[in-house]
């Protein structure tokens, strides 16, 4: 993964900060023969998002730009953050018409350093 979040610079607490995982959602598939055999072969990925202690999100979709909120966190206080995403790859194959048999999941682990900063109010006469 590469991830990122929005807004990249001035996120503030009580206003989500909205994250991409930088992958695509798809779900490959694809036909191999060995040793004479027909295998197919198919994965589907899932992301894991800790956003702090406790917050943790997993899904099936790779987050995305704003207004796309299926990945999102709001932070009630400030200070500096750390996301860290999992992609985790979970696959199974079929050899001449047997199966399915699941792979071992494949991990693969980013983080991500956001600084939430503390909005601030200015009372303003009409």
Do not use: K
């Amino acid at each position: 993964p590469s991830p990122s979040c929005e807004p990249p610079t001035g996120a503030v607490t009580q206003i989500p900060v909205v994250c991409t995982s930088g992958q695509t959602g798809e779900r490959p598939r694809w036909d191999e023969s060995l040793l004479g055999v027909d295998v197919q072969i198919q994965a589907a990925p899932t992301w894991i998002w800790e956003f702090e202690p406790g917050s943790r999100l997993t899904t099936s979709v790779p987050g995305g730009t704003y207004p796309d909120m299926s990945v999102s966190h709001t932070y009630r206080t400030a200070g500096l953050r750390t996301i860290m995403v999992t992609t985790e790859w979970r696959g199974s194959f079929t050899a001449d018409g047997l199966g399915p048999f699941p792979l071992p999941p494949i991990r693969n682990t980013a983080a991500l350093d956001v600084a939430i900063g503390q909005a601030r109010a200015v009372l303003t006469r009409p």
